[in-house]
């Protein structure tokens, strides 16, 4: 099992750790309901170093990028970020990631880390004679999640954060004698940041974000508030709605899908694509939680399955997200999520769960 | 963790203890941390008759979600009414405030089954 730099940090501040995706993570701290209220009312900080960094680069890689993700990358400008999946030839997701652009020869692609080999293996032999390096420098970076109303404040004391610095866009920050990639995004539907900085510097990076949030109360974070954060904003997670069965149309991603103009891995199948079945959002009445996996019945009929399913602390009910069978005889109302052999009445709702606090 | 002498425990988790054939019934402070947030508990109807390791209720945490069983057989004369307000009190007060039902034992030799404070932290060395 792969272990972060701040592995050491986490134990010594008494997280319970769990393997994820190969990686030995902090679960949680203090308690998951204690550290999702500080992220949506104060701030957070997350080790998401097991995320995998890939890089491309050479005189092709603008086009390269651009046909193996189905998002657009060509207008992109030094400093933007984009989010998109990566498909295969059947259409089907490869992972989701976000993509840097760092110069027209120049990409980031920050990527889960349960895929990052798998990513790097797909990305490198998908090279057709065109002039790019591939290399996936993961080891390298560690990346750290500062998130929620007072996060950007908080870095902004130890390092200088430029203050137009948009939703989507990074910039290189010189803190402690090197240098950072700072974006304005995250994964938990609040105001905040991620800090890409070298391996070596990443312990020293943590505790000084921490000294520096004393006194807004930060908290540390970990992966089940993530999660709980993630699905009340009604984020994808890879191995939940998204997988190698599942296309980006039906898992309600089409704004990241753009087909004009442009070729891409995975096109021709989305183009032809007939979705039988399509992602919901919905809430569940009682207190039972609707876990991965639940049946949903519409009408008493098996109509498909809860994906990622948690207590929202906000609503103060439980929420789901799932697929449904699009077509049938049945018309998408009247759903039920199967919870231990009883069927709790489901009410559809549109994500996010909850209004964002991030500034776009 | 604390184990507080005196209690009964089980592999399931739960603790009893006895007062005058009663048994006060809850789960143990390594339950509640293994569970963390507490969000939902499902107990049983007062006046339902409970087999010696038969199912009674649910815990829900954020996290995961898992049965509850009862100790010993008999039949369950209250419940925790406070833990629906306030499901959080497992987590803070496992042993005391946290307390999930009281049943009337009906054999009383099945106590004799149930693990000692000291048992059970062995038990729990063991899952690690």
Same mark, same amino acid.
């Given at each position: ?360 | ?22 048994? +006060?019934?809850?789960?143990? %402070? ?5 569970? =963390?947030? *507490? #969000?939902? &508990?499902?107990?049983?109807? !007062? ?14 945490? +954020?996290?995961?979600?898992? %049965? ?5 057989? =008999?039949? *369950? #004369?209250? &419940?925790?009414?406070?833990? !629906? ?36 932290? !062995? ?6």
């Amino acid at each position: 099992m792969y272990k972060t730099v701040l592995c050491q940090r986490h134990i010594d501040a008494g997280a319970k750790m769990v393997e994820f995706g190969g990686w030995l993570m902090p679960v949680q701290y203090s308690g998951v309901l204690s550290e999702h209220a500080a992220v949506r009312e104060r701030a957070g900080l997350f080790d998401v170093s097991h995320m995998g960094e890939i890089f491309v680069s050479g005189p092709d890689s603008m086009r390269f990028v651009d046909r193996i993700v189905t998002n657009s990358v060509c207008n992109m400008k030094n400093g933007e970020i984009v989010y998109s999946v990566m498909c295969d030839d059947e259409g089907h997701t490869v992972d989701d990631l976000l993509v840097y652009c760092m110069g027209p020869q120049s990409w980031l692609l920050v990527v889960n880390a349960s895929n990052a080999e798998k990513d790097y293996n797909w990305i490198s032999t998908r090279v057709q004679g065109e002039n790019v390096k591939v290399l996936n420098r993961s080891p390298e970076f560690g990346l750290l999640a500062i998130q929620g109303p007072k996060s950007v404040g908080i870095a902004a004391k130890i390092m200088d954060i430029p203050q137009d610095l948009k939703y989507y866009h990074f910039c290189v920050v010189e803190w402690g004698g090197s240098q950072l990639i700072v974006s304005r995004t995250g994964y938990t539907g609040e105001d905040g940041l991620e800090l890409m900085v070298e391996t070596g510097k990443t312990v020293e990076l943590w505790d000084a974000l921490l000294e520096a949030g004393k006194d807004e109360g930060i908290a540390h974070a970990g992966l089940a508030a993530r999660d709980l954060l993630r699905i009340e904003s009604g984020y994808s997670l890879y191995g939940h709605e998204l997988d190698e069965k599942t296309d980006p149309i039906s898992a309600g991603l089409s704004w990241v899908v753009k087909m004009n103009g442009r070729d891409f891995i995975g096109k021709a199948a989305l183009e032809k694509l007939k979705p039988a079945r399509k992602k919901i959002a919905f809430t569940l009445e009682g207190k039972n939680i609707p876990r991965q996996g639940f049946i949903i019945r519409a009408g008493g009929k098996e109509v498909g399955a809860v994906t990622s399913g948690t207590f929202s602390p906000v609503l103060q009910k439980p929420i789901g997200i799932g697929y449904i069978a699009i077509g049938g005889n049945h018309t998408g109302e009247n759903l039920a999520v199967e919870v231990r052999g009883k069927e709790i009445p489901a009410a559809v709702c549109k994500l996010p769960f909850i209004k964002p606090g991030v500034k776009k | 963790m604390e184990y507080p002498d005196g209690l009964y425990y089980t592999k399931d988790h739960e603790w009893a203890q006895e007062e005058d054939g009663i048994l +006060v019934v809850g789960i143990t %402070d390594y339950a509640q941390g293994e569970l =963390g947030d *507490v #969000v939902f &508990v499902e107990l049983p109807e !007062e006046g339902i008759v409970l087999k010696a390791g038969e199912p009674f209720g649910v815990v829900e945490s +954020v996290k995961s979600v898992s %049965d509850l069983y009862s100790p010993v057989s =008999g039949e *369950v #004369v209250e &419940v925790n009414q406070d833990l !629906e307000a306030e499901p959080e009190t497992v987590n803070s007060s496992p042993y005391d405030r946290g307390w999930m039902m009281k049943i009337a034992l009906s054999d009383p030799k099945e106590l004799d089954k149930l693990l000692s404070a000291e048992q059970y932290m !062995e038990y729990i060395k063991s899952l690690k």
